[in-house]
């Protein structure tokens, strides 16, 4: 049976038994009074007419008495009166009136018996009547009775005319309730229903389509709600299968530097590549009265250096290190990699106050614990918001100065420094292709929404034409919020933003690291585990390392205390196993990173307190930046590597380590809160906040035997392999010169 059918047949049976119920009592009603009127009608005809009879009841007046019944004749509704003497012999009656039934005389003696009148409802030959018998007194003795014929079929016609007429409006009322009711089900029901269906069909046919709306308040609202996110993760999950199915297609030949720098030259043909980030790739500083130049110990350096190593270009960054001044030419520039320079690096210069509010204020104490879920509170303060935006427009000015010669330049806008660079850049050079690559998460909307200028910092950002994130739940967090904060349209097909006639694209490039390396790079002679033991001063069988900033996203504390909890749970692990951690003190001037490194000191020296013996520890803290070089023996000697971070964009040290197994043996223990562990699935994935899983990760680690640990190595070194720095870089430029720009 059809819905409709149903619903209107549910509303006709419910009308019907209101009325039927109704109607009994009005029925009820209406008898009763139109009885209780008959009654009192009756009885005061039969009082007035006693007193004309009784005086001739007696005195046998017969005709008199004849002649006086006589005239009632017909009357209305009046049949009839009779008279009867105490014998109950009919003494005078009205003509007409047909013979009397046998039952009379008893109504009749018993009304003189009692003395009483008396009114009774009865059928005589088909016919309802009402009979009134009053007992004639006369001299105080009954002399007879005088009964009323009434016809009492009228009452039952009235009721049956109380019946048709509320049957009759029931089937109007009927008609007209069941018509409405088709007609809101269309309108409400089954017209939304249809266009959600239609909308539906044209999403399976994988034609075009716009976002699902129903007007506000609707009750299929949830289900529209519902629906529409599922279909967003239905083309999620279609964008990441085609992008699967073209990797896969691209992974035929490996992505290295050389097939990167031609495949950058036949799109850029002969321009130049434009990056902008904070950090600089090379830091000139100052160690006693020698001048160094270091690398950072940045995941940005790490992953974008290669990339301008293999294509040219320039590279535009904050001049951080004490020494930088010193070594630029006249126009801030300086060519790098020292030793073989390959392309430019043009310093920016900041005032202490500048660096401040911008880096350590907005960015760092701001942005960062606000993108990262690990539990440090973002502070967001007026002035560091200033000095940000100032900092953004003096690299903006930068940009700007280099690409004015450059027609479309290509400009690689890096991290969270730097959220308002892509709309001041093309305010100026609409003609400019920008891309925005944000290395650190991006949290749900309700978690952005803190930041007090939050539509600022969106509104730079979708002056890119490109926005890129590691992974595709970052980019979904990012439309949502954009949706949720500024006057925009989202284009879930193409994952993009329309603002103000302009599209900026949002989409995943998994960044990774220069792997396979250069050649001429390889490690030769290889550092032994043994050394490295014997060069911290222990004695110990079994290395665990961990190489960090020293963060609080990167989860150091929670390693430590697994640490500490294995070696409770397997005490056979005393005095074997090791752990060194190698942490890069990082933006020390934040109280919450100073506090940070006295926290992981003080838990360090607790747990060694509680374990280490004469030239054994379980824990060495190596609290300094170390160069690549002075890394690599760790990882290739460690039997265990564990990145913990509680949050983290990527982390490129769970890809350095397994790109430094060359052996294929060691384990990675890896969070589960890392985009790395989307890639590397090998690894022991695990949730650093359950310090138990982790010990047992540790042991299981440990224990594992030789060929897992190569038959793990290698499906990740593969992973590795297909998806390196090359890749990243040649999918995130393709994709950006692929965008039709209109200026
Ligand atoms: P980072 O937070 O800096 O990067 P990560 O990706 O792990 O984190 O990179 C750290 C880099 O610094 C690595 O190359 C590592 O070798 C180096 N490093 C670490 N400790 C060091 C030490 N003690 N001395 C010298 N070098 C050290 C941000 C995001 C990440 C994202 C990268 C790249 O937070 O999620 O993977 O950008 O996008």
């Not at 007696?58 to 004849?66: I, M, Y």
């Not at 093309?426 to 991006?442: S, T, V």
């Not at 752990?579 to 934040?590: H, K, N």
Request: charged content about 25%; hydrophobic content about 40%; overall charge neutral.
């Amino acid at each position: 049976m059809k819905v409709t059918l149903r619903i209107v047949l549910s509303i006709f049976i419910a009308i019907s038994l209101i009325v039927l119920l109704f109607t009994l009592f009005q029925v009820q009603q209406e008898k009763a009074r139109l009885k209780a009127e008959l009654e009192h009608r009756v009885s005061l005809l039969a009082e007035s007419l006693e007193e004309s009879v009784a005086p001739l009841v007696g005195q046998g007046n017969l005709d008199r008495l004849k002649s006086i019944v006589g005239k009632f004749s017909n009357r209305q509704r009046l049949e009839g009166v009779a008279i009867y003497d105490t014998k109950d012999n009919l003494i005078a009656a009205t003509p007409d009136l047909a013979p009397m039934p046998p039952t009379i005389p008893t109504i009749v003696t018993d009304a003189m018996n009692a003395n009483q009148a008396e009114g009774v409802f009865i059928t005589i030959k088909d016919k309802r009547r009402y009979l009134y018998v009053l007992p004639i007194n006369r001299d105080g003795n009954v002399a007879g009775a005088l009964v009323i014929f009434n016809d009492a079929t009228y009452i039952q016609e009235r009721l049956f005319q109380i019946w048709k007429n509320n049957f009759v409006r029931l089937l109007v009322q009927a008609f007209f309730i069941s018509l409405i009711t088709m007609l809101v089900i269309r309108w409400s029901i089954s017209g939304p229903i249809a266009r959600l269906v239609e909308w539906m069909k044209g999403f399976r046919e994988d034609k075009a389509i716009e976002p699902f709306h129903l007007p506000k308040g609707n009750i299929f609202e949830p289900l529209t709600k519902e629906i529409t996110h599922m279909v967003r993760s239905i083309m999620v999950a279609r964008s990441a299968a085609e992008e699967e199915a073209r990797l896969r297609h691209t992974a035929d030949s490996l992505w290295t530097a050389k097939r990167l720098t031609e495949h950058i030259r036949s799109l850029l043909k002969d321009k130049n590549l434009f990056v902008v980030s904070n950090r600089e790739p090379y830091m000139h500083v100052r160690s006693g009265d020698q001048m160094e130049c270091i690398i950072p110990a940045s995941g940005l350096v790490t992953a974008v250096e290669p990339v301008l190593e293999a294509c040219g270009g320039l590279w535009i960054a904050h001049g951080s290190g004490e020494a930088d001044k010193e070594v630029v030419d006249q126009q801030d520039k300086i060519r790098v990699p020292p030793e073989e320079p390959l392309y430019t690096l043009k310093r920016v210069w900041l005032t202490t106050e500048e660096e401040e509010g911008y880096y350590f204020g907005f960015s760092n104490e701001g942005l960062w614990p606000l993108c990262h879920i690990a539990h440090t509170r973002p502070i967001f303060r007026r002035v560091d918001w200033n000095h940000y935006q100032t900092v953004n427009e003096k690299f903006a000015r930068a940009v700007l100065e280099e690409i004015y010669a450059t027609d479309e330049p290509l400009v690689l806008v890096q991290d969270y420094h730097f959220a308002l660079l892509p709309r001041l850049i093309k305010e100026e050079r609409p003609d400019a292709r920008i891309a925005l690559f944000w290395h650190i998460p991006w949290p749900n909307p309700e978690s952005f929404g803190i930041c007090p200028w939050q539509r600022e910092i969106l509104d730079g950002m979708l002056g890119a034409d490109l926005i890129g994130f590691h992974i595709q739940l970052h980019c979904n967090n990012f439309l949502d919020t954009v949706d949720k904060a500024l006057e925009s349209r989202i284009d879930w097909e193409h994952f993009a933003v329309k603002r103000k006639d302009h599209t900026t694209y949002v989409k995943p490039f998994p960044i990774s690291i220069a792997y396979p390396g250069d050649s001429n790079n390889l490690n030769l002679t290889r550092i032994k585990k043994g050394d490295i033991f014997k060069q911290l001063g222990i004695k110990s069988r079994l290395l665990g390392v961990g190489v960090d900033r020293l963060d609080y996203t990167k989860g150091i504390l929670e390693r430590l205390r697994a640490i500490e909890r294995f070696l409770d749970k397997y005490p056979d692990y005393k005095g074997k196993f090791t752990f060194v951690e190698l942490g890069a003190p990082s933006r020390t001037l934040i109280k919450r990173y100073q506090e940070l490194v006295k926290e992981i000191e003080a838990e360090v020296e607790r747990i060694n307190a509680r374990f280490q013996t004469g030239d054994w520890k379980p824990i060495i803290l190596l609290k300094r930046h170390h160069s690549h070089k002075e890394i690599k023996p760790f990882y290739e000697s460690a039997d265990v590597c564990l990145v913990t971070s509680l949050h983290d964009g990527m982390n490129l040290v769970a890809k350095e380590y397994v790109a430094a197994r060359e052996d294929e043996q060691g384990v990675l223990i890896l969070s589960r809160f890392t985009g790395a562990s989307r890639e590397l699935r090998d690894a022991l994935i695990v949730n650093p906040y359950n310090i138990e899983q982790m010990a047992d990760a540790l042991r299981t680690a440990l224990e594992m035997d030789e060929e897992e640990q190569r038959a793990r190595m290698q499906k990740m070194r593969e992973s590795l392999r297909s998806n390196n720095i090359y890749r990243w870089a040649a999918n995130l430029i393709e994709e950006l010169t692929k965008i039709r720009i209109e200026y």
